[in-house]
């Protein structure tokens, strides 16, 4: 005779209750350690502009001051 499995057993479903669901927290916790990386990590604001930037920025500044 085979036992079929229709879901985590007892055990689990009682340490679950009593010290909350270890696997889901860590999960949670690992998805905003990789958060915070992605915003540390992200040097984007930290490239120099390319020359056709430099340039577009430098005719908006003129045309600004312009009277």
Known sequence: M???I???EPIYDSVV???GDAV???RK???AVGRQADT???WSALQPESDS???ASRAHRHRASAP
């Open 2 to 4: 085979t036992k079929e």
């Open 53 to 55: 930037a430099k340039r």
């Open 6 to 8: 229709a879901g985590p």
């Open 29 to 31: 916790a690992a998805d």
């Open 24 to 26: 889901i927290e860590a």
């Open 40 to 42: 540390a990590l992200n």
């Open 17 to 19: 209750a009593d010290h």
